[in-house]
């Protein structure tokens, strides 16, 4: 069965800091992995995708993808109130969209 | 970004009667429709995937009659939940994208259904 996991967290991280969120997944097939922001009440928004290996920048945002271990991470650089949100990982693998259950980041000011 | 609208964004029913969601991608159009259902606290479960002009594939134990997906054009996609139940009160989501999903989905803004 394929899997992703991520810490339900709450991750709380003060504000300014590196917030880090990490997800694992099962599938050595898998190909494209998202990172989408939701905030209470409201649909998910695509923050980051990474194919390859490596690490993406984005503003303040960084996908850091390493398919030898199987994990893709989010990093959020100057962390500010606004970020404070549900977290969700998403995979794709045959043909098929996996999502994590997410991880609830907390900002404190 | 592309915009997929979704309507009503609440709707309140009583027991027993039938509700429809509609979706609409406004400036793509959505060879492929996805519609989530999300409890509170979890993460979004795909109920069923939808493309343009043929039958819904639905997944495992999400039954068919009683989440009728429709996905008659290009820009449309509804889903209709047939004699409601309280435990269908539930945030239904669709996404429009491509299949394989090997790019950005984009939501809608998520219909929150509550059945009295």
């Known amino acids: 069965q394929k899997e992703v996991e991520q810490n339900s967290g709450p991750l709380s991280v003060p504000e300014g800091a590196i917030a880090s969120l990490n997800c694992t997944y099962s599938d050595r097939g898998s190909q494209s992995f998202f990172w989408y922001r939701q905030y209470s009440g409201k649909s998910p928004e695509l923050i980051m995708f990474i194919y390859s290996n490596g690490d993406k920048e984005d503003g303040r945002f960084t996908a850091q993808l390493n398919k030898a271990s199987q994990y893709v991470s989010l990093l959020i650089r100057d962390s500010q109130p606004s970020d404070s949100a549900t977290y969700l990982c998403?995979?794709?693998?045959?043909?098929?969209?996996?999502w994590g259950a997410g991880t609830k980041l907390i900002i404190k000011p | 970004g592309a915009v997929v609208s979704q309507h009503p964004s609440w709707v309140i029913c009583k027991s027993g009667t039938s509700v429809k969601i509609e979706c609409r991608s406004l400036d793509f159009q959505a060879t492929t429709m996805f519609w989530y259902r999300q409890f509170p606290k979890q993460s979004l479960m795909l109920m069923a995937t939808?493309?343009?002009?043929?039958?819904?594939?639905?997944e495992q134990g999400v039954e068919k009659d009683k989440f009728l997906i429709n996905h008659a054009s290009l820009t449309l996609s509804t889903l209709t939940v047939t004699s409601a139940h309280p435990e269908d009160s539930s945030f239904y989501i669709c996404?429009?994208?491509?299949?394989?999903?090997?790019?950005?989905?984009?939501f809608g803004e998520g219909s929150r259904l509550t059945v009295l």
């Open positions: 998403a995979v794709t693998a045959h043909y098929q969209l996996i």
């Open positions: 996404s429009g994208g491509t299949t394989p999903p090997d790019g950005e989905l984009f």
């Open positions: 939808s493309n343009e002009g043929s039958k819904a594939t639905y």
